[in-house]
């Protein structure tokens, strides 16, 4: 059961702390600094001798064998079963945690042995969103972004420490609690999951085999088509789709970008990387109404309906697009798994073995062969998608607010908690 915060009880007692981010605590709690419940860990080690960790948002995790190292893999912090290692840059807000084994970090980060506090408590209490605030106050830089707090100024934080009897009891309340809070948002993201399946088999379903449940089919003669309705042409993608190579000689048009949801956007909306004019020179030009692709990224669905006339890179594909087709149907048929698959293994590389620099030349995507509705019934098929996706669309969103208010309520209950603003049940008043 996850109980509403004011139906939790407070205590009989409270004083006032003299500390903004502590507010008023408990009377019986003490007012202390940090070093005083802390010692700070600085012996180096070796990466070869002691296990490489990671300081995320999720804690202190073995480090992947894909993560970035440094040469100076003997010149890192020891850290020891049961430490709190915090990283002490601003653009890692949050990163840190109570280690579960020994190792190493890399020197960025700050480790503390704890002194006489739960190791589970101090977790919480260094983990909460009031804390960290206090912790990237106390600290020095010039922009956020290159903001730093040093152990010598993180010591001097003011904490509010209940007896180590209640440290306990509140930290076992917390794992309770926020473990049914994680299931719950576990269990929405899932559904989730399951709504995102639904709208892609509805998208799939509908593109390839129509709304009519009930009409004559026939076999496509293609392995992965399969059948189709009767009353469908089977066809090569070439003669819908023409490609165009029209240049720019000024690079004073817009330049877009494609994305995955969003299609076509404004790079200058995605990028804080400006681009001169003069290095747009010789970019493809697009016009209302062409289709974009990606040719490196297409397998996965990296598509794009120009509605405004502007620039994109050389690399991608621009195509006019036949009177017999509606561009929104291909756009959604294009980003159908069964035909990523196709335009996947219709994709040749640049050199021996390099999957990444895999690409989707014009003739090879145009050699493709899919299925074709007449217009009218592609226009109808596109009516029928958007609907559908409007109302799985709501339901999902529907999830995600409740996902994070799930998310608000740990980090407030946590917060309550370690600053004395809620009694849990188990400690008298």
Avoid at 73 to 93: A, E, Q, T, Y
Wanted: hydrophobic share 40%.
């Amino acid at each position: 059961m996850i109980e509403q915060l004011a139906a939790l009880p407070t205590y009989e007692a409270y004083k006032d702390s003299g500390v903004e981010w502590l507010g008023e605590i408990p009377a019986h709690w003490n007012l202390t600094r940090l070093s005083t419940r802390f010692e700070e860990r600085r012996q180096k080690v070796s990466d070869k001798d002691f296990l490489p960790l990671s300081v995320t948002k999720n804690g202190i995790l073995p480090q992947l064998d894909s993560a970035a190292k440094s040469n100076d893999g003997d010149n890192r912090k020891l850290v020891k079963k049961g430490d709190f290692v915090i990283n002490s840059r601003s653009d890692r807000k949050g990163s840190s945690g109570v280690s579960d084994r020994d190792g190493s970090v890399s020197l960025i980060n700050i480790v503390l042995t704890p002194n006489g506090i739960d190791s589970q408590y101090c977790n919480f209490l260094l983990k909460s969103y009031a804390f960290i605030e206090e912790f990237y106050r106390m600290g020095h830089g010039i922009v956020a972004d290159l903001w730093t707090t040093r152990y010598d100024e993180m010591k001097a934080v003011i904490l509010g420490v209940p007896p180590l009897l209640e440290q306990t009891a509140i930290a076992d309340f917390l794992d309770r609690k926020t473990a049914q809070i994680d299931q719950a948002v576990a269990i929405k993201e899932q559904q989730i999951d399951l709504l995102k399946e639904r709208k892609q088999i509805l998208i799939q379903n509908a593109v390839t085999r129509g709304l009519d449940s009930n009409v004559p089919m026939r076999d496509s003669g293609v392995d992965w088509i399969g059948e189709v309705p009767a009353h469908w042409e089977v066809t090569r993608l070439k003669y819908i789709f023409s490609e165009t190579n029209e240049r720019t000689k000024t690079g004073q048009e817009v330049l877009f970008s494609l994305r995955m949801e969003q299609g076509l956007v404004p790079h200058n909306d995605v990028s804080d990387k400006h681009i001169a004019d003069d290095n747009l020179i010789d970019y493809k030009i697009i016009r209302p109404g062409q289709m974009i692709m990606n040719r490196m990224r297409a397998a996965i669905g990296i598509f794009g309906l120009a509605d405004k006339f502007g620039l994109v890179s050389p690399d991608y594909a621009v195509f006019n697009i036949g009177q017999n087709a509606f561009p929104e149907y291909f756009l959604r048929l294009f980003k159908t798994p069964l035909i990523g698959e196709q335009f996947r293994l219709n994709s040749k590389g640049l050199g021996t073995g390099s999957s990444g620099f895999m690409r989707l030349y014009t003739e090879n995507f145009g050699d493709i062969k899919v299925s074709l509705p007449s217009k009218e019934e592609q226009v109808n098929i596109v009516t029928y998608i958007e609907t559908q996706s409007a109302k799985i669309d709501q339901a999902i969103a529907i999830q995600q607010q409740q996902i994070d208010k799930l998310k608000e309520y740990k980090a407030t209950l946590i917060n309550s908690a370690v600053t004395g603003k809620i009694r849990i049940p188990e400690v008298a008043a």
